[in-house]
């Protein structure tokens, strides 16, 4: 299979205080893999250091994109060769609308304008299936809405924009039933064998229709275990502490 993303000997943290220790993992076009850990252990960093989020420094390491050295792309330009992320508590933006922020950042991303008709069937079509009130789209990024609303619309972002590894961080985190149905039928609909996702969970409701093709296991800053997805059935009955007497 095609590599799409390698990481390399990664070590990131904020300031002085190292949370990632030599992380290394590759992701193939088509796969699904899913990074699981503790609180703290070092998960969300992750992600945020894949997208060169700048409030985490990089010590040491190198980021791959389709075989291109990305360690000192900006956010943004990481984001239009087709990096994703879908946060954990995603923030209120006033004053630009869902609808424009998407068209600006797919527009940014194909590097054209962007039909104004054909965006609006395409983001009215992908809202319907997300069952989402096609209201949403013109009212402020975020503003207002239940956390259930606000996940819906990053899988709403992940679907239009299309990109080639999408990063769900905790997409799942205080979901119910129903929304987190339709948020992972979302991401099933997103899978295909020219892209691939990096799911970020506690639990194993998000991806119980989704298979994964590796399970990472992060533990205070490092990938300790990695294997097929008989890990995670292991931690939901037993939580990490058989990991961590495995790597004492």
């Known amino acids: 299979m095609t590599e799409l993303l390698r990481i390399e000997n990664l070590s990131a943290g904020v300031e002085d205080k ?8 590759k992701i193939n076009y088509g796969e699904v893999h899913v990074i699981m850990g503790p609180n703290g252990s070092g998960k969300s960093t992750l992600a945020n250091v894949i997208m060169n989020n700048p409030q985490y420094d990089v ?23 087709g990096l994703f992320m879908s946060f954990q508590t995603p923030e209120e933006v006033p004053g630009i609308s869902v609808e424009n922020f998407i068209r600006t ?17 395409q983001i009215k079509k992908e809202m319907e299936e997300l069952h989402m009130d096609s209201s949403y789209a013109e009212r402020y990024l975020n503003v207002g809405f239940s956390g259930g609303e606000k996940k819906k619309n990053e899988i709403l972002q992940m679907l239009m924009l299309d990109p080639k590894l999408a990063i769900l961080d905790e997409t799942d985190s205080g979901l119910d039933v129903d929304a987190t149905r339709i948020v992972s039928e979302g991401i099933e609909k997103f899978l295909s064998e020219n892209n691939s996702v990096l799911i970020i969970t506690h639990h194993k409701e998000l991806i119980r229709n989704i298979k994964p093709d590796y399970v990472h296991v992060i533990l205070d800053g490092e990938i300790v275990k990695e294997g097929d997805p008989s890990i995670i059935d292991k931690i939901e009955e037993e939580g990490f502490n058989w990991i961590r007497e495995e790597v004492k």
């Open 105 to 121: 950042a797919k527009s940014s991303k194909e590097d054209k304008t962007l039909s104004i008709l054909k965006f609006k069937k």
């Open 18 to 25: 190292k949370i990632l220790k030599n992380i290394s993992m």
């Open 59 to 81: 010590y040491d390491g190198k980021i791959f994109l389709d075989g291109e050295d990305i360690s000192d792309l900006s956010t943004d330009k990481r984001a239009n060769k």
